[in-house]
């Protein structure tokens, strides 16, 4: 799954206690703000090939909390949860099983990047044009697949499961600052948001 959407009105600033909390207000904000584009979704079983019953499948994505953020606006024709926990608690009741491929990555010194880089590195094409969320879909669903046979940390592409990039305490400082760089800002030990 990818989407797009137009970008970012709410920005990072600030310090926070935990960034992980921060990140989730900063993706909130902006998402409860401004309208999904471009939602795309590619459904492949765990051989490559389109799946034999709908019930068969888990999401794949490529850092996700814009991207689950706008699925569920769509899915609940609300605004994003309060809290960090609200948020994860409704995303695992409509997604229970959901894999972030920038978030399995993190442990392994191999790949570093974006989606385009780590695609690359393994050896998967893109069809389509980047930033297209059904070409970005298809290219995250080839990485996965890329991946499963590679261990990372201590452990596998099964360990992750349910992680959100940004969203859990081992990634949001990287999220935090990455989303900084892209607006001009330095990076800091932890940011809060700004209109």
Do not use: C
């Not at 992980?20 to 703000?33: E, F, I, K, L």
């Not at 948020?87 to 385009?116: A, M, Q, S, T």
């Amino acid at each position: 799954m990818d989407t797009e959407f137009p970008g970012i009105v709410i920005h990072h600033t600030g310090d926070l206690q935990d960034v992980a909390d921060t990140n989730y207000q900063y993706v909130r904000a902006n998402v409860d703000r401004l309208h999904l584009l471009q939602l795309g979704l590619t459904f492949f079983n765990a051989a490559g090939s389109l799946p034999a019953s709908p019930d068969s499948g888990r999401p794949v994505v490529w850092q996700s909390a814009f991207d689950f953020g706008y699925l569920l606006k769509i899915l609940t024709s609300k605004p994003l949860p309060e809290t960090r926990e609200g948020f994860l608690e409704l995303l695992h009741k409509f997604i229970p099983l959901l894999y972030d491929i920038k978030r399995v990555i993190h442990l392994n010194d191999n790949f570093h990047g974006g989606l385009n880089s780590v695609a690359t590195s393994l050896g998967v094409e893109r069809v389509g044009i980047a930033h297209q969320a059904g070409s970005d879909s298809f290219v995250t669903a080839q990485v996965f697949l890329k991946l499963r046979g590679h261990r990372f940390g201590t452990g596998s592409v099964e360990d992750y499961v349910g992680l959100v990039f940004g969203l859990d305490a081992e990634t949001a400082q990287i999220f935090s600052n990455k989303s900084r760089k892209e607006e001009g800002f330095p990076a800091t030990s932890s940011s809060r948001y700004r209109s």
